[in-house]
């Protein structure tokens, strides 16, 4: 897709768009291309798509993957800790060899992924907080009657 492009760009309906978002997000791909990178370094986004030159100013996951990470691994993991410890009670050197690197690199490594879902979620689903178009269009100046999305 040509950056200088006035067509819209083409995103996916239906069942193709559920697809969509977690390929582009678990690659880390351009979720209006396809093509392009998402990030520029592990956690970093890209400001443009060197493919489409999609901006990436409307990417505003927060704190999400943090918490999606936190919520999908830790909380069972610290319950199998708890677990085991009340059960049988193992030595230190037990949990220090299994338990912390388990909880580190389980709620680390799939922050990138998550990140890239939150990211393209919020770009197929034309996500932003509510009332906040006019103020969008201040701070960036971009055209009242053009979306972010589509710049």
Sequence with gaps: ???RSNEPPVTPAGDQKLRWILRCGWKGLCPRCGEGRMFKSWLKITDR??????DYRFAAPDDGPAFFSLCIISVPLV?????LEAVHSP???V???TSVPLLLIGTLL???PI??????SQFV???QEAGTGRLWTQLHGTAADTNDFDQ
């Design 95 to 97: 949990h220090l060899v």
């Design 110 to 112: 799939p922050l990138r």
């Design 1 to 3: 897709m040509d950056p």
């Design 79 to 83: 319950a199998f800790m708890v677990w």
């Design 115 to 120: 990140k890239g879902w939150l990211v393209a």
């Design 91 to 93: 030595p230190l050197w």
């Design 125 to 127: 689903n034309r996500a």
């Design 49 to 54: 798509c060197d493919r489409c030159g999609l």
